[in-house]
């Protein structure tokens, strides 16, 4: 059973600080990683994705992979109140080509 | 990103009726399509993975004769909740796999949720 961990939060974070959100999984061979944000009571929203090790951005999104630690975080400057929601970390199974979430790591940016 | 649709967003039921569920995708075509559903604070869990034109695959413990899935076009997959009752109110989620260069992943509908009562 390929596993994905994440610590449930809540993360507190002031606004216009760095959220830094982690996630470690078990399947040394997952290629694909994926960053979702879901707001209470809607669907989750792609924010990134990353395949290869070291570092992705995309304005304030930075996501970073380590496939030797077999980590994956995503880190969010200058977080603002509207970041404030539950963010899935997922990877991709190989085999069945099925997403596999983790339970999420909840973000509270306050003002 | 891509865009995919879900009908209807919001229905209540009384137990032992059916109910059907539709997912589109709207901008892309979608030979793979995922049905998730979640629970109150709990995170995504995946029913079945559903391909056009054969039989979807359920994930375990995952009922198929209660949970039927239909992917008849390659913008189009259905649920039907048959027989539903109270414990399967929840939050249903369909996603779709895009394929085209510039998405290539994986996107979310905007959810049904389903109140049995």
């Known amino acids: 059973q390929k596993e994905v961990e994440q610590n449930s939060g809540p993360l507190s974070v002031p606004e216009g600080a760095i959220a830094s959100l982690n996630c470690t999984y078990s399947?040394?061979?997952?290629?694909?990683f994926f960053w979702y944000r879901q707001y209470s009571g809607k669907s989750p929203e792609l924010i990134m994705f990353?395949?290869?090790?070291g570092d992705k951005e995309d304005g304030r999104f930075t996501a970073q992979l380590n496939k030797a630690s077999q980590y994956v975080s995503l880190l969010i400057r200058d977080s603002q109140p509207s970041d404030s929601a539950t963010y899935l970390c997922a990877l991709r199974d190989t085999g069945f080509q099925k997403l596999v979430f983790g339970t999420g790591t909840r973000l509270l940016v306050s003002p | 990103g891509a865009v995919v649709s879900q009908h209807p967003s919001r229905v209540i039921c009384k137990s032992g009726t059916s109910v059907k569920i539709e997912c589109r995708s709207l901008?892309?075509?979608?030979?793979?399509m995922f049905w998730y559903r979640q629970f109150p604070k709990q995170s995504l869990m995946l029913m079945a993975t559903?391909?056009?034109?054969?039989?979807?695959?359920?994930e375990q413990g995952v009922e198929k004769d209660k949970f039927l899935i239909n992917h008849a076009s390659l913008t189009l997959s259905t649920l039907t909740v048959t027989s539903a009752h109270p414990e399967d109110s929840s939050f249903y989620i369909c996603?779709?796999?895009?394929?085209?260069?510039?998405?290539?992943?994986?996107?979310f509908g905007p959810g049904t949720r389903l109140t049995v009562t």
């Open positions: 559903s391909n056009e034109g054969s039989k979807a695959t359920y």
């Open positions: 901008d892309f075509q979608a030979t793979t």
């Open positions: 990353i395949y290869s090790n």
């Open positions: 399947d040394r061979g997952s290629q694909s």
């Open positions: 996603s779709a796999r895009d394929y085209r260069p510039e998405s290539y992943e994986q996107y």
